[in-house]
Nanobody
Framework: QVQLVESGGGLVQAGGSLRLACAAS????????MGWYRQAPGKERELVAR???????NYAESVKGRFTISRDNAKNAVYLQMNSLRSEDTAVYYC?????????????WGQGTQVTVSS
């Protein structure tokens, strides 16, 4: 089993920055993709950014040029640097990972961290 723990959410003014972090723990696991999703009130969960274990990234159009995803494979950690935040970025942000526990594939989720952008 893999546990994902997020940190770094909070309240920030529009135009400000936040950095989210997520660390994976467990035993006998290997992660391929790691990423961030978000869910605003009344909306479906959506992909924000994703990164492979070789460093390939993809972003939602709405965050391109403002958010940067990075990863530390040695620490099994993924980060999301969020700049030029807008009120529409307000959401619960969830860390996500795909990988193997032993030989069993799985998709793992963190508990979520709230990001609130005030205008």
């Amino acid at each position: 089993q893999v546990q994902l723990v997020e940190s770094g959410g909070g309240l920030v003014q529009a135009g400000g920055s936040l950095r989210l972090a997520c660390a994976a723990s467990g035993s006998m696991f290997r992660l391929s993709f790691m990423g961030w999703y978000r869910q605003a009130p009344g909306k479906e969960r959506e992909l924000v950014a994703r990164i492979s274990n070789s460093g390939s990234t993809n972003y939602a159009e709405s965050v391109k040029g403002r958010f940067t995803i990075s990863r530390d494979n040695a620490k099994n950690a993924v980060y999301l640097q969020m700049n030029s935040l807008r009120s529409e970025d307000t959401a619960v942000y969830y860390c996500n990972a795909d990988g193997l526990t032993g030989l069993r594939p799985g998709t793992y989720w963190g508990q979520g961290t709230q990001v609130t952008v005030s205008s």
